[in-house]
């Protein structure tokens, strides 16, 4: 993932911030809770094709 394009991105929902997790090939976003999908390497940035996190450890 690019970090340029990292940096730009947000969430669709609340704006905030993203993280990448690359092992899982997903942008989280913490404060909504949901993990958006990265297919054929393009950020799949809709919140219906998003998934719920479950409760996770900080």
Known sequence: MDARLLDILVCP???AALEYRKAA???VCKPCKLA???RDD???MLEDQARRLDEEAP
């Open 36 to 38: 958006y999908p990265i």
């Open 42 to 44: 393009i950020p799949v």
């Open 25 to 27: 090939s997903e942008l």
């Open 13 to 15: 929902v609340c704006k």
